[in-house]
């Protein structure tokens, strides 16, 4: 009796520690931030973790931190679940890693896209000032090519027929308190241009190439790597959805006279825990 009593008793607690043991931890989502240096980046990880504001230096590696959606931001997969339920505190919790933006330090960033685990979307920071410049124009649409192509690569390299796993694109307009900024609508439009340039440099540079080998077209052709549509006409980031990549852009400011404004961007976040 005394045997069996010590069975019943002490084999669940032995089995649930096994279970336990054995069970991975869970990893909580993550989120890049991306975009050339001075966009805001960092300011707004600062935002996300401490609920302030700070000032900020420029970034010279990776940087993530464990922050919390702020209140009166409901997780997609917590629409149902009460406030006081744990598993509710839990899905409010997300990984945020800031990436340099100087053009020598963005390796951090593409070696991410390269094998992105358990990352959930990018938020890609645009100032949206700068962008009404052709200097800062050309440069963020030249780094967000490029992120761009990689999640295409990333996409059409599966080796399944059922394809990677969605990491859709938030391009965070960023500084609209300024009286330069560009509204969100004229930065897409603003982007898609200046990256349909990108594009076309990007082929006479490979056509000229080709040219001096003295490569034959089909395997130029395959040599090839176009972003969007077959490279020809007008870019426009519907075009990534083939690629299983959304692309949306929504304004904001996280430092200005009138306060912070970046619930739109939580929101998106918010939308993908």
Do not use: C
Request: hydrophobic share 40%.
């Amino acid at each position: 009796m005394v045997f069996t009593f010590l069975l019943a008793v002490l084999l669940p607690i032995l089995l649930h520690q096994f279970l336990y043991r054995k069970a991975a931890p869970t990893t909580l989502p993550t989120f890049l931030l991306i975009g050339p240096s001075g966009a805001g980046k960092t300011a707004f990880l600062t935002l996300a973790e401490r609920k302030a504001v700070a000032q900020t230096h420029t970034s010279t590696a990776p940087l993530t931190i464990q922050a919390l959606l702020p209140d009166g931001h409901t997780p997609s997969s917590s629409h149902y679940r009460s406030p006081g339920d744990p598993a509710y505190e839990r899905s409010r919790r997300f990984l945020l890693v800031d990436t340099p933006g100087h053009g020598k330090l963005r390796h951090f960033a593409t070696s991410r896209l390269a094998n992105p685990s358990n990352v959930r979307g990018i938020v890609f920071v645009v100032d949206a000032a700068s962008v009404a410049e052709e200097p800062g124009l050309n440069e963020t649409a030249a780094y967000l090519h490029d992120v761009l192509l990689a999640l295409q690569k990333r996409y059409t390299g599966a080796k399944t027929s059922k394809g990677p796993k969605e990491i859709p694109v938030l391009i965070a307009a960023n500084k609209m308190d300024l009286f330069t900024a560009l509204p969100p609508n004229l930065v897409k439009l603003q982007l898609e241009k200046a990256i349909s340039e990108v594009r076309k440099s990007k082929a006479k540079g490979l056509k000229d190439s080709g040219v001096a080998i003295g490569a034959e077209d089909d395997g130029l052709d395959e040599e090839r790597e176009w972003l969007g549509e077959g490279g020809e006409g007008s870019f426009e980031f519907g075009q990534m959805e083939e690629a299983g990549t959304g692309v949306v852009v929504k304004g904001g400011n996280v430092v200005g006279g009138n306060g912070v404004h970046v619930g739109d961007w939580f929101e998106w976040i918010a939308d993908l825990l």
